[in-house]
């Protein structure tokens, strides 16, 4: 679901989704937020194609696990 209050846009996603759903999911609701006159119709089809698009990049959330650091990059 994506709510724009005037200021600002907010995502919020079901976190039982599959990784590739939820990329679907994300890429869907930012279309309604940065073009909001576009039909649900136009959405979904572009929505899919930038998530497949990224799929095949291997774009993926990565999870950082309870003891795992990030990592520090430094200049």
């Not at 995502?11 to 599959?18: A, E, G, K, V």
Request: hydrophobic share 35%.
């Amino acid at each position: 679901m994506a709510i724009h209050d005037g200021n600002k846009g907010e995502i919020f996603i079901d976190p039982r989704l599959s990784p590739r759903r939820e990329l679907e999911v994300i890429c869907h609701e930012q279309l309604h937020l940065s073009l909001p006159d576009l039909s649900e119709r136009q959405i979904d089809r572009i929505g899919k194609e930038v998530s497949r698009t990224l799929w095949r990049l291997n774009f993926r959330k990565v999870l950082l696990g309870k003891h795992t650091t990030p990592v520090k990059i430094t200049k």
